[in-house]
C-alpha cells in the first residue's frame, strides 16, 4: 500500500502541515529502510519526530513499538518533548533514547545472560582507574608496567580498550591478532618489538575485561558491545526485540560507530524498518570510533533503501548559510556532495526571508574579546532585543568558555554552562572531604583548619590563625591543640570554644566508626550528625538546593568507588581520592536552575542539533580550533580499525566541528578572536575564519581597554541573585511515581527532602534484601515467560549476585539474611512449580499521562485470570495471616500502589484489570483486592491531589509518629512527630 496513497487522518494532517514536499515523503514513508542525508537546519530531527508521530497517528505503529535513538541526553529528551506535542492524549511509551542508555538497559535486563548480575554499576574514568590502580599487579603488565606515574599509563590503556570495544575487537581477537603479528616478525627485532607490546596490550584487555565482570562492573564503551553481544548469541533474544521494535529511527546518524550500526543491524532485523537522518558534514565524534562511512556503507547494507535529500534550511539567513558550505568545501574530495554532486548538492537554500549577519572580530588580548562579547550580550539582553536563552556562546572546549563565564558574570548577566566541573573545589564538598581527612588522619592540620573554619562549625577566623600558627611552630596537629585550647580557661572565645568542641566531638565518634564501616557510612554519619544536612534542608534557595545535589554527587562518587577498592574504609578512600584528584579527575557540580532563560555557554559538541538566534564563536585562533592535533600515548592497531584514513581525518574533523559551531545560527553568527591569550606567542586567526570570510590580509585588531578598565575588570562582580524554587507552570511536564505521589501525600515535606533538595539517604540493608530478591523473582519469571528451563540454582544465583556486604552490621547479620534469602527463595519456586501457572508478563514498564502530568512505574508481575487480568506485586516483608494480607491489598487498593497501578493498566490498555494483589513471598500468603471504578477514580484523585500540591511548591509537614518513625529524614528533621524515639 502505498503510503501516500493511504487515507490521513485529521490528527496525521496536523503533523504533516507546513512540511515540504521531500519531508512529507519522509515522514510518511511506508516500510523498509530510509536513509535521509541533509544538511544543517533542513529539518532532519523535525522529520524524525513528525514520522514517529505520524507512525503512532495513522496507526501503523503502538508507541511502544517504537524505538528512536539519538547521542546526548539533551537531544533524547528535546525529541521526547516534540513527540509529546504532536502525538494525541495518552500516547506514550515509545522508547526515546541515547544508544547508551539503550544498551545499558538491554544489557541490565540480560544481565544473568552473560554471567553477569543485573545490579551492574557503571563505572566513569576515573572510577575505573582506581580500580585498576588498586589491581596494578594482577594485570600482567611488564613492558607497560606504570610505577612512576600509574595514572597516564593506565589511563592510556584505558583508551585503547575503548576502541577495540568500539571497533568490535574482542579481547580473544586482540589476541589472535598479536599472535599473527608475532607469527610474521620473523627474526625483525622492530616487528617482534610491536608484536610483543600489542600482546601485552591484548592480554591487559583480556585480564580487564574478567576483572571487571568478576566485580560486576562494566564501562561506557562496553554497554553497546555487550548489547551486541546479547544480540548475537542469544537468537531468541533478537528475535524478541526485533517484534518489539517494529520501527527503529536514529538521528545523528553520521556519528554512529562500527559497534552501534552493527547493533542496528541486528535490532532492525529483515524488515529493516530503518530510517536513519544524517549530514556527513556534522560527523565529529571520530576520536570515538564514529564512521562516516556508516551513511554510505547503509546502502551497501540496505542496496534498496529509500534516499532521501533534504535542501531547503529553515534555521538560518542565507547569507550563514553560504559563508559555513564555503568553508566545509574545503574538505573537499573528502564528502559526499564532492562525490556525487548531484544527488548530494548541499547548497542550501534559505527559506526565512532574511539575510542573516556574519560579522568578524579581532582583538589585541583574550581580556577585551570577553568584554566585548559580554557587553554586547547585556546591551542585547536589557534591550530586550532577545531573550537570554536564545544567545550562545560556543567554544572549542570548556576551558575556552572561562573568561566569557567571568565577563558575563561582571556584566550581571546569567548564563548557564553544560558540564560544569568543578565537584570538588565546591565548598560544601570540600567540608566533607576534609572531614574525611580528619578521620584518615587527625593530625592533618590543613584538613582541620579548612573544617574548623567553615561556617557550619565557624571558629573565630582570629583565633584560628593563631592556633594555626602555634601548631606549624610547635610542630602539634591543629586539632589536638585546638582542642587543649578550648579547656583552658579564658583562652578562646565562647563561640570557639563551642564550635571546636563541637567539631572534636563528631570527629571522635566518626573515628570510632570508620574502622568498621565502608566510607559511605561515615560519610552519611558526618553530614547528619555535623547538622549539614539539617541546615541545608530547612533553606528554600536554588543554591541549597545545589548544594544538596553536590553532597548527592560525592555520595554517589563514594558509593560506587567505595567498593572498587580491596578495603572500603574511609583512609584508604580518602588516599584514592586524593590521586585521582592530583591526576585531574573533575566530575560535574550540579546546577540547579528552575529558570532556563539564560545565555547558553556551551562547546560546540555540545551544541549539536540546537540552534540559537544569535551565535559568538569564540577563541578562534590556530591551536585552539582547529585544535591542535594530539597522538595517543599507547595506539589503537590501525589493522584492527575498520575506518578508512584514520589518521588524516583531525583537520577535517574539526573544520565539521566548525560547520556545526557556524550552522547553530538562526539570524546573526559572530567570530572572534584575539591575538594574544597570554603566553608568549602571538597568535594566527583560525583557518576557518580564513576559509568561511575568504580573507586576504591578517585583520586589524581593536583596541584594548585602559590600564584603570583593566583593573576595574577584577572589582568583585555583582552576581545575579540566586533564584528560588518556584512553582512549576501548568503546562511543564511533572514526573510522578507511586513513591513521589505517595511521599507527598505522606508529608509534603518529606517529599521536599526526597525529591526537591534530594537529600542524601544511607544505605539500608533491608532495600538492599528486598532488591536481591526481587532480582532473583525476576529472573525466575522471566524464563518461565519465555519458556526457557529453570532451574533453582540460576535463581539462587541471581540472588548473590545482587548482593552486596554494604551496610550490614556484622557478618553474621549478613549471613543470616543471606540464608533466610536462599530458603525464602527455595520455598517460592516451589510453590510457583506447583501452580502450573505462567504470567503473561513480568517487570513491565508504564508511563502515562495525566494532564501534563507523566506517571510511570513498573509492574512486577501480570496474570490472566479466568476473571481477567490479575495485577501482582511482590513484596519481601512479613506477613503471615490471610486476613491481614488481604487487609492490606485492599488498603493499597483504596489508597496506594496497588490502584495506582490499576489505574496504570486501564490507561494504557484500555481495560481495568479484574483483581490486583500483593504477594508475600517470605510467607507465601496472598492478599487481594477487587479492581471498581471506585479504585480507579481514588487513584485519580490522589494524582490530582500530589500533583496540584507539588506544582504549587506547597510543602507543609505532616508530622506523626508512625510515618516519621519510618521516615529516612528523621534524624534530621525540625517537624518531626514529638516523642519519637531515636
Ligand atoms: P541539524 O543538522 O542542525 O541537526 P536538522 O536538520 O535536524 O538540523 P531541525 O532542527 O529539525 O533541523 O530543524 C531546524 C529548524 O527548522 C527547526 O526550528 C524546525 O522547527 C524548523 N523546520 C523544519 N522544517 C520546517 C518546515 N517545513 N517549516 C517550518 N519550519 C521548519
Ligand atoms: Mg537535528
Known amino acids: 500500500m502505498s503510503a501516500l496513497g493511504a487515507p490521513v487522518s485529521a490528527a496525521a494532517s496536523a503533523i504533516l502541515d507546513e512540511l515540504n514536499d521531500e519531508q512529507r515523503a519522509a515522514v510518511t514513508h511506508g516500510a523498509g529502510p530510509l536513509l535521509i542525508v541533509a544538511g544543517a537546519g533542513t529539518g532532519k530531527t523535525a522529520v524524525l519526530t513528525r514520522r514517529i508521530a505520524w507512525l503512532i497517528a495513522e496507526k501503523r505503529a503502538r508507541p511502544e513499538e517504537i524505538l528512536a535513538l539519538t547521542f546526548t541526553d539533551k537531544a533524547a529528551a528535546e525529541m521526547e518533548s516534540r513527540v509529546d506535542v504532536l502525538v494525541p492524549y495518552g500516547f506514550v511509551g515509545a522508547t526515546l533514547s541515547t544508544f547508551h542508555a539503550f544498551g545499558d538497559r538491554l544489557v541490565r535486563d540480560h544481565a544473568i545472560e552473560l554471567g553477569l548480575t543485573s545490579q551492574l554499576r557503571v563505572g566513569s574514568r576515573a572510577d575505573l582507574l582506581v580500580f585498576l590502580r588498586e589491581r596494578l599487579f594482577e594485570l600482567g603488565l611488564e613492558r607497560f608496567l606504570p610505577l612512576g606515574r600509574p595514572d597516564q599509563h593506565l589511563d592510556a590503556l584505558l583508551t585503547v580498550f575503548d576502541r577495540a570495544r568500539d571497533e568490535d575487537v574482542s579481547p580473544e581477537h586482540y589476541l589472535a591478532f598479536a599472535a599473527a603479528l608475532a607469527a610474521a616478525a620473523g627474526d625483525d627485532p622492530e616487528k617482534r618489538d610491536r608484536a610483543a607490546a600489542e600482546l601485552e596490550k591484548a592480554r591487559v584487555y583480556q585480564t580487564y575485561q574478567r576483572l571487571l565482570f568478576a566485580h560486576g562492573r562494566v564501562d561506557f564503551s562496553a554497554q553497546i558491545s555487550l548489547a551486541l553481544r546479547l544480540l548475537r548469541e542469544r537468537p531468541y533474544l533478537r528475535r524478541e526485540y526485533q517484534e518489539r521494535f517494529r520501527f527503529i529511527l536514529v538521528d545523528e546518524f553520521q556519528d554512529t560507530n562500527h559497534v552501534q550500526f ?111 562579547v559580554a557587553s554586547e550580550i547585556a546591551a542585547t539582553v536589557r534591550s530586550g532585543a532577545r531573550a537570554p536563552r536564545e544567545i550562545a556562546i560556543l567554544g572549542r572546549t570548556h576551558v575556552h568558555l572561562d573568561p566569557f563565564a567571568f565577563a558575563l558574570r561582571a556584566q550581571g548577566v546569567r548564563f548557564q554552562r553544560a558540564n560544569q566541573r568543578g565537584l570538588y573545589q565546591r565548598p560544601e564538598v570540600l567540608l566533607c572531604l576534609n572531614a574525611l581527612r580528619t578521620v584518615a588522619n587527625p593530625a592533618d592540620s590543613t584538613a582541620s583548619y579548612a573544617v574548623l573554619g567553615d561556617p557550619l562549625f565557624g571558629v573565630d577566623p582570629v583565633e584560628l590563625a593563631t592556633l594555626s600558627a602555634t601548631a606549624r611552630r610547635t610542630h602539634r596537629p591543629l586539632l589536638e591543640l585546638a582542642g587543649r585550647a578550648a579547656h583552658e580557661e579564658g583562652a578562646l572565645s565562647p563561640g570557639s570554644v563551642e564550635a571546636i568542641l563541637r567539631f572534636v566531638e563528631l570527629n571522635r565518634r566518626l573515628l570510632e566508626i570508620a574502622p568498621r564501616r565502608p566510607t559511605s557510612d561515615v560519610l552519611y554519619a558526618l553530614v547528619s550528625e555535623s547538622g549539614l544536612l539539617g541546615q541545608l534542608s530547612a533553606t528554600d534557595t536554588a543554591e541549597a538546593a545545589e548544594q544538596m545535589q553536590n553532597l548527592n554527587k560525592l555520595f554517589g562518587i563514594v558509593t560506587r568507588v567505595g567498593p572498587l577498592l ?109 591575538a594574544d591569550v597570554g603566553g608568549k606567542r602571538t ?60 511521599d507527598y501525600l505522606t508529608c509534603p515535606w518529606k517529599y521536599r527532602y526526597a525529591h526537591v533538595m534530594q537529600v542524601p539517604i544511607a544505605t539500608d540493608p533491608r532495600a538492599m534484601y528486598g ?88 509492574w512486577d508481575r501480570i496474570d490472566e485470570g479466568p476473571a481477567g487480568i490479575v495485577l501482582v506485586d511482590y513484596k519481601t516483608s512479613q506477613v503471615e495471616d490471610p486476613v491481614a494480607a488481604t487487609e492490606r491489598a485492599r488498603r493499597s487498593a483504596r489508597t496506594g500502589q ?23 513471598v517470605s510467607t507465601g500468603s496472598v492478599g487481594e483486592a477487587m479492581v471498581d471504578v471506585e479504585t480507579i477514580d481514588a487513584a485519580r484523585l490522589r494524582i490530582s491531589e500530589a500533583a496540584a500540591g507539588i506544582r504549587a511548591a506547597q510543602f507543609p509537614a505532616k508530622p506523626d509518629p508512625v510515618s516519621c518513625r519510618h521516615c529516612p529524614f528523621n534524624r534530621f528533621c525540625p517537624y518531626r512527630s514529638p516523642g519519637l524515639d531515636l
Not at 687 to 715: N, Y
Not at 906 to 914: F, I, K, L, N
Request: with cysteine.
Open 566 to 674: 580491596i578495603s572500603d574504609r574511609v583512609p584508604d578512600f580518602i588516599g584514592h581520592l586524593d590521586l585521582l584528584i592530583d591526576a585531574g579527575d573533575d566530575p560535574q557540580a550540579a546546577v540547579v536552575d528552575p529558570d532556563d532563560d539564560a545565555v547558553q555557554l556551551l562547546t560546540a559538541h555540545n551544541a549539536k542539533g540546537l540552534e540559537f538566534s544569535c551565535v559568538y564563536l569564540v577563541q578562534l585562533i590556530e591551536g585552539r580550533f582547529p585544535m591542535k592535533s594530539r597522538t595517543d600515548p599507547l595506539p589503537f592497531p590501525p589493522e584492527l580499525d575498520r575506518r578508512q584514513d584514520p589518521k588524516a581525518e583531525h583537520e577535517r574533523e574539526e573544520r565539521r566541528l566548525f560547520y556545526v559551531g557556524m550552522t547553530r545560527a538562526r539570524d546573526r553568527l559572530v567570530l572572534t578572536h584575539a
Open 683 to 742: 597568535r594566527k586567526v583560525s583557518r576557518f575564519v580564513v576559509e568561511a570570510l575568504e580573507l586576504s590580509a591578517a585583520p586589524r585588531l581593536r583596541q584594548g581597554a585602559t590600564a584603570s578598565e583593566s583593573i576595574a575588570r577584577h572589582a568583585p562582580a555583582p552576581s545575579p541573585p540566586p533564584p528560588t524554587i518556584g512553582p512549576l507552570p501548568e503546562d511543564r511536564p511533572l514526573e510522578l511515581s507511586h513513591g513521589r505521589i505517595d
Open 262 to 372: 552493527e547493533l542496528l543491524k541486528l535490532l532492525a532485523g529483515p524488515n529493516a524498518n530503518l530510517t536513519v537522518v544524517g549530514d556527513d558534514d556534522q560527523s565529529i565524534y571520530r576520536f570515538r570510533g564514529a564512521k562516516i562511512e556508516n551513511l554510505l556503507g547503509f546502502l551497501d547494507v540496505y542496496p534498496h533503501a529509500r534516499v532521501l535529500v533534504l535542501r531547503r534550511n529553515y534555521r538560518s539567513g542565507q547569507r550563514i548559510l553560504d559563508l559555513a558550505h564555503r568553508m566545509v568545501r574545503h574538505n573537499d574530495p573528502e564528502r559526499l556532495e564532492a562525490r556525487d554532486p548531484e544527488r548530494f548538492a548541499k547548497r542550501l537554500v534559505a527559506a526565512r526571508a532574511i539575510e542573516g549577519e556574519v560579522v568578524h572580530w579581532a582583538f589585541e588580548t583574550g581580556h577585551d574579546e570577553a568584554d566585548a
Open 898 to 920: 496497588l490502584g495506582l497501578y490499576a489505574l496504570a493498566y486501564h490507561e494504557t490498555r484500555g481495560v481495568a484489570p479484574a483483581r490486583v494483589q500483593l504477594s508475600y
Open 771 to 858: 532488591i536481591a530478591i526481587h532480582n532473583a523473582l525476576n529472573e525466575y519469571l522471566q524464563r518461565r515467560v519465555r519458556g526457557l528451563p529453570v532451574d533453582a540454582d540460576a535463581v539462587l544465583q541471581a540472588f548473590e549476585h545482587s548482593w552486596s556486604s554494604e551496610g550490614f552490621y556484622s557478618r553474621e547479620h549478613e549471613e543470616r539474611r543471606l540464608a533466610e534469602g536462599r530458603a525464602v527463595l527455595h520455598r517460592f519456586v516451589a510453590r510457583e512449580e506447583g501452580s502450573g501457572r505462567t504470567p503473561l508478563g513480568v517487570e513491565l514498564p508504564f508511563k502515562f499521562h495525566f494532564g501534563s502530568n507523566v506517571v510511570s512505574g513498573r
